[in-house]
């Protein structure tokens, strides 16, 4: 039996790979721009760490993680987002002693058993931001200010920043309260999940996709009407320096988000690219996460990205195929020494070379050239070579010109680079 990849997992082939360095060599680049540096956590945590920080009332700790227990009996989970993890970092490595202020970055894949379906893994990769210890709304414009700037740097179009507040621990128990009281009236509607949700955390029932209970939500009380002062005055500050920054922007009191530690500014990034709708990014503020995790009284706000959402959404026209600078067609078994040395000086200059291993005919290796979509294909051998030239092809015009095999490495190299 041939074995085969876990469903859910998937590998990323290099013909799509481009792409994937293509966006986060650009998160990269654009994050420590802003400020903020790389963290990089561990796959697997303890299990406790996800269902304190990121709720027990949750889809993903009730049904998603992958947990296991070790050999030592310890409970232990993959990772299924990043914002716990670098938050535990934060605290275990007391980076707030050196400063209160962090700015940091994460990429890399997450886990979670959700039903496989297409464009959707249990082994997915996120692009990961967080900024811990200011509550000041001046940062939560900023993460959001890179979050566009990066969509829009990746060649990201017709895109919709969507925000609410979702209040703090003083003001959204109140509307907790209330909105258990409508949902109590609307029962019947609601799916049996919402009924759960109902008794455990009726702010999720926003999440939910069923009909009738989509209706139940519609006339649902709205979180931005039960803000207190507090609260109130950090969203305008908010919605105040995204308008300095010319950032226009939905409010949408329906986006509470899946995750218990959210408290204030949540915030999407919506695509209308190919004409459907797609979330590509999500984060807020999750002022009380520290302190479910055991640790200070901390803020933070963070987003992350559906890298293959994000990737799905690329403009089709920007290619990423690494294809060769130069191919060598050798003919004859006496050029193969020749073209090797070349092919190996050629790599050790930083140029993407590549020849052909089987000693075929010229008109077979020139087909391989074609298919592997090379700049410039040289030819060693016939008549030529006995002159002491080589024959360099340009591919795209189509033109050839003889090059001396003296200093032949050089002259290569500056019609590579010309193009
Ligand atoms: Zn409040
Ligand atoms: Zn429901």
Redesign the pocket.
Known sequence: MEIKAIRGFNDLLPDEIGKWHFVEETARQIFEEFGFSELRIPVIEKTELFSRGIGEATDIVEKEMYTFTDRSGNSLTLRPEATASMARAYLEHQMYSFDPVAKVYFIGPMFRYERPQKGRYRQFYQIDAEVFGVSNPMVDAEVIVMLIQFLKKVGLENLELQINSL??R???PRYREELKKYFATKTFQLCEDCQRRLQTNPLRIFDCKVETCKDAIADAPQVTDF??Q??QKHFDKVKGYLQEMGLTYLLNPRMVRGLDYYTRTAFEVVSYNLGSQNAVAGGGRYDNLFQEIGGLDIPGIGFAIGMERLISLLPAEKTFLQNPQLFIAALGEETQMQAYRLLSQLHLQGIRAELDYEGKSLKSQMRRANKLNAQHVLILGGDELKRGKAVLRDMASKSQEEIPMGGLLDILKERINRD
Do not use: H, K, M, P
């Open positions: 209040g703090c003083e003001c959204r803000l207190c507090d609260c």
